[in-house]
């Protein structure tokens, strides 16, 4: 079986691309799905570890190859290599991670150019042919735990302090109607760990990680940048808005980032290495 480290995945890369054999190379924090070797700064190489990963892979190239056209915002272009191993390779999107800390230090004209290529981003995604995309590979998305069940699993890991406020965000998630714009393809992954900013032009220069995008609830693709800043959803909402003409509901889209903090800590109520991360997420959204 492959290992999974640098020893057994630079062999596979220099026999597919010998040019690149007295480059630097590095492994890249682990995802969910892959491997990724940063080579040079310059290029990435992602092995998938099993059967749904490959899977995951082959969807994630298809769909960027149909949505690369048609937006602005820059995107990778994944190659696969057959192998075997099954891998991919692609340019790297320069820039670094934009946490809260990164965002908190912008002045007010990096702020504005951020929100706007953003809703750009999303106005451009939400436009696409819904049966495109589909035949690019396209799903819906993976329903959340139902209510019930999520408050079942998060009960024991909650805080006296927090168990009324999880009671009330999930009853009225449990209300909510359908979302009035339907259903969209759209990122549904748009926090800060997907995406290149350079720090020092104080400019975003691309997104990536399209494994996790498919066919979901318009307003549910605005809930995640709230892990960057509240500050900046509210400017992508208000840029989307004039570049769409479609009007968002704030409020839902604060409940749904309630909700996702819940239904992600309950994902992980069974693996104590992740509890106390999930959980700082919930805390930190019901204290803002």
Same mark, same amino acid.
């Given at each position: ?5 640098? &020893? ?9 691309? %010998?040019? *690149? ?13 892959? /491997? #990724? ?21 082959? /969807?994630? #190239?298809? $769909? ?11 995107? %990778? ?6 192998? !075997? ?18 965002? #908190? ?34 799903? %819906?998305?993976? !329903? ?24 009330? &965000? ?9 979302? %009035? +714009? ?25 997104? +990536? ?14 809930? +995640? ?7 900046? =959803? ?5 840029? +989307?808005?004039?570049? =769409?003409?479609? $009007? ?7 409940? *749904? =980032? ?20 999930? *959980? ?9």
């Amino acid at each position: 079986m492959l290992e999974f480290d640098l &020893t057994s995945l630079k062999p596979i890369i220099v026999a597919h691309f %010998p040019g *690149l054999a007295p480059a630097r190379f590095s492994l890249l924090p682990k995802g969910w799905h892959s /491997t #990724a070797v940063d080579v040079d700064n310059t290029w990435v190489f992602k092995f998938p570890r099993g059967a749904d990963a490959e899977a995951a892979l082959r /969807t994630e #190239a298809s $769909l960027l190859a149909a949505l690369r056209p048609h937006v602005a915002m820059p995107v %990778p272009e994944l190659s696969l290599i057959e192998g !075997p191993p099954l891998f991919s390779r692609h340019r790297k999107l320069k820039g670094e991670q934009l946490t809260a800390a990164r965002y #908190a230090h912008l002045p007010e004209a990096a702020r504005r150019r951020l929100a706007a290529a953003l809703a750009r981003f999303y106005a451009d995604l939400h436009a696409l042919d819904e049966a495109r995309m589909k035949a690019a590979g396209a799903a %819906p998305l993976r !329903p959340w735990r139902d209510a019930d069940d999520i408050g079942r699993k998060i009960w024991p890991l909650l805080p006296a302090s927090l168990r009324s406020y999880a009671e009330r &965000t999930l009853m009225a998630w449990q209300r909510l109607e359908p979302d %009035p +714009y339907g259903i969209i393809y759209g990122f549904f992954d748009g926090h800060g760990w997907n995406m290149a900013f350079d720090n020092e032009a104080q400019r975003l220069n691309g997104v +990536y990680d399209f494994a996790d995008s498919g066919l979901g609830q318009l307003h549910q693709d605005f809930i +995640y940048s709230n892990f960057i800043a509240r500050d900046l =959803t509210s400017r992508v909402i208000a840029d +989307y808005e004039r570049i =769409t003409g479609k $009007l968002l509901d704030r409020e839902r889209i604060a409940l *749904l =980032t309630a909700v996702h903090r819940l239904w992600e800590l309950a994902e992980v109520a069974d693996d104590p290495t992740h509890i106390a991360l999930m *959980l700082r997420h919930v805390v930190e959204w019901a204290q803002d």
